[in-house]
């Protein structure tokens, strides 16, 4: 796996996204960089299930150059819901897009996948060549998300899951 990093530039990328808050690790952006590179190939746009303030938005971004969708209502997962308060990590995720230069690759959908799915709001003939699933954590949660990815998910696709857990 050493010799894929050193074939890429990945250093600068990942120290852009360590610059955002966010949970994702540096270890792990080095595997969604790599992931990243071996789906350049395959056919569709890039799809990121739960943003917060961007940090893996920032890596993916920075790492294609295809159309990257954002996926997350910008309020908070589980530790804020069951807090009763909320995130609103959508300004600082902004702001994060757009000091790393990649505001005009993204497409942001400040919903959940739920209002996605019902509100039609992502194109119907756009295929998914990666998708990075790092949204509410539940099983329904994810159940919803799969729901949503799998129809659209070009030949030779990745996917990934981040941390998924159930409080049951």
Same mark, same amino acid.
């Given at each position: 796996?050493? *010799?894929?990093?050193?074939?890429?530039?990945?250093?600068?990328?990942? *120290?852009?996204?360590l610059n955002c808050k966010g949970w994702t690790s540096e270890g792990q952006l080095g595997l969604l960089f790599v992931l990243l590179q071996k789906c350049k190939k395959v056919k569709g746009d890039v799809v990121e299930i739960g943003s917060a303030w961007g940090r893996s938005t920032v890596l993916i971004g920075r790492s294609t150059s295809k159309i990257v969708w954002s996926i997350d209502p910008h309020t908070g997962g589980l530790v804020y819901i069951n807090a009763g308060t909320e995130q609103n990590s959508y300004d600082n995720f902004v702001e994060n897009l757009r000091s790393n230069k990649i505001i005009d690759n993204v497409r942001i959908l400040r919903n959940t996948t739920s209002e996605v799915i019902n509100k039609n709001l992502f194109p119907e003939k756009t295929k998914i060549a990666f998708s990075f699933v790092d949204g509410l954590h539940t099983g329904p949660g994810v *159940?919803?998300?799969?729901?949503?990815?799998?129809?659209?998910?070009? *030949?030779?696709?990745?996917?990934?899951f981040d941390d998924y857990f159930s409080p049951s």
């Open positions: 796996m050493l *010799k894929l990093f050193r074939k890429y530039d990945k250093v600068e990328n990942i *120290k852009h996204a *159940k919803t998300d799969l729901e949503f990815l799998i129809p659209k998910l070009a *030949k030779n696709a990745i996917v990934v």
